[in-house]
């Protein structure tokens, strides 16, 4: 033990031993990401890469070489850019069982693979136009004088959106109950 010369102002704490700190430390680990990245992260893993395993009948261990080939089936399928978010969720979700699951994504083949179809195969970003006042008044005028409750609860939600400058996801509330969280509110 390192010797202090000063005082603490932090209560004495008795020591915990591994057995206890261990689990508790599994329940902080399982609330470190949100619900609704773990739903993405876990439907890449179930979804997309047990099926590219299960079809090529290759090992589930993430190596280089399976995260690589896995990278350019897909790529081929869908944007590249969401293949890539698609291996940040699978590692996440085999680091647990597979600890090399990081480093094989962070090698150099699957760098390289997936920075290669980017520049191939990713479609350009097209940005959409900006919401001018104007076209919100259209809107508004479109319901006509006496919009019904739904139509009202619909100009509601775009007025707040547009003044607030608010994202979507902060004004509505998730039909799915594992998604429902009031941290996500806007108040």
């Known amino acids: 033990m390192i010797p202090s010369s000063r005082r603490s102002r932090q209560p004495t704490c008795l020591p915990w031993t591994v057995k206890h700190l261990v689990p508790i430390r599994a329940i902080v680990l399982g609330h470190a990401l949100d619900t609704s990245t773990k739903l993405t992260y876990s439907s890449a893993l179930n979804i997309s890469y047990l099926n590219f395993i299960h079809l090529h009948s290759f090992h589930i261990d993430p190596t280089p070489k399976t995260l690589s080939l896995y990278a350019t089936y897909m790529c081929h399928h869908i944007e590249p850019w969401s293949v890539d978010l698609y291996l940040l ?99």
């Not at 940005?127 to 919100?136: E, F, I, T, V, W």
């Not at 509601?156 to 429902?180: C, D, K, M, R, Y």
């Open 89 to 187: 969720g699978i590692c996440s979700e085999l680091k647990a069982f597979y600890p090399v699951a990081r480093s094989a994504r962070a090698s150099t083949l699957v760098f390289c693979t997936i920075k290669g179809f980017k520049r191939l195969r990713s479609k350009p970003i097209m940005h959409k136009r900006a919401l001018l006042r104007d076209k919100l008044m259209r809107v508004i005028a479109s319901f006509g004088p006496n919009p019904s409750y739904n139509d009202g609860l619909f100009i509601t939600i775009l007025l707040t959106g547009f003044h607030a400058l608010l994202h979507l996801g902060e004004l509505v509330w998730p039909n799915n109950s594992e998604l429902q969280s009031y941290h996500k509110l806007s108040m």
